[in-house]
């Protein structure tokens, strides 16, 4: 196996969480889950069901209160914040729900934003950053501030800047759900061609386009 196939390794063991320690509703019942690399895993199930709760905690920004999170092979859930946030920039690529891109710096600073996190401002950066927003089809807003573009524009820049450090894994919460079919065709193949380089990619979503094109399904 190579370096890059160990860097995709995504899994779970034994997953529970709550928002609080006592007396909240447990969420995911202890979920024992290995996430293929090279495919799109669609993360389903009704609304309040835990879909959005399960990408945070695969994303290292939540804990669980029980169980397990393997990035790259290593247990990552039980590591300090430090750590944690140094995983999550070198490895992981996350699409919010509700793009919040910061209002002040234009669409291209946004997309570069998580370059500076992993300490790589570079040219490459930049090109990889206008490559991407032009795969996406919103190229020509680069150089917008957040306000002037529309919430389906947004959520493409927000899926640019998710995959602007090259990550490992990408998780993406409702990719899809501001989006009209060539949009979200856009968006699923961006992701889509992400995976077929042996990325492990996750999809929260019950929009049954998503679901009819995900490689594997994990019902929650
Ligand atoms: P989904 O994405 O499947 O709709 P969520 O992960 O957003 O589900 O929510 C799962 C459950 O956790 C819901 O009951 C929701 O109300 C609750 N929840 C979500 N976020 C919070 C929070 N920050 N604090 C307390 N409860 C929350
Ligand atoms: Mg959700």
Known sequence: MTADDVAAQLAVRDLTFAYRRRGAEELFGGLTHTFTPGAVTAVTGPSGRGKSTLLYVLGLMLR????????????ADTLSDARRSAVRSERIGFVFQDAVLDPTRTVLEGVLEPTLYAGRPTPEGRGRALALLDRLGVEARA??????????????VAVARALVNDPAIV??????GNLDH?????VLDALREAASTGRTVVVATHDPFVL?????????
């Open 64 to 75: 669980p209160v029980r169980g397990e999170v393997h990035v790259a092979g290593r247990r």
């Open 143 to 156: 150089d917008h501030r957040p306000g002037e573009i529309s919430g389906g524009q947004a959520q493409r």
């Open 171 to 176: 998780l993406a919460d409702e990719p899809t």
């Open 182 to 186: 060539d949009n979200a065709t856009i």
């Open 212 to 220: 009819a094109r995900a490689d594997e399904v994990l019902a929650l």
